[in-house]
């Protein structure tokens, strides 16, 4: 099994004695070995930087989808594929490379077929 320093969401191991230290801490409080603070910090700066994108790329779809859902609120067909480009938005959002635009564009194809067929 192997050991990461950075398992758990506040606290760490050290990379030292493996004793259980603070996130933020810059010193073990066991062994006085250096925390890699550096890092953890750099981790977790680019996994948030990716979920700002994630998140405005998911306002951007949901917009998107409340517009084509108004101008197509007044047919069945209309109904359906929007509600399921919404969906496929909200499903594509995790997903990096599928992207929320084509999620929606898939979704409302998804509806689309379903009601002709
Ligand atoms: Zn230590």
């Known amino acids: 099994m ?6 758990q969401g506040n606290e760490m191991n050290c ?3 493996n004793e259980r230290i603070a996130f933020k801490a810059k010193f073990c409080g066991h062994c ?4 890699p603070e550096r890092e953890v910090s750099g981790r977790a700066g680019e996994a948030k930087e990716y979920a ?5 790329e998911g306002k951007i779809a949901a917009r998107e989808a409340a517009q084509l859902a108004k101008t197509g609120l007044k047919t069945d067909v209309g109904k359906s594929v929007a ?4 969906l496929g938005a909200v499903i594509a959002v995790p997903i990096p490379f599928v992207g929320p635009l084509l999620g929606a564009a898939v979704g409302a194809g998804i509806g689309l077929v379903r009601k002709i067929v």
């Open 2 to 7: 192997t050991i990461s320093p950075y398992n």
């Open 15 to 17: 990379l030292k004695c």
């Open 32 to 35: 006085g070995a250096a925390a």
């Open 52 to 56: 700002k994108d994630v998140l405005s």
């Open 83 to 86: 509600a399921c480009a919404a």
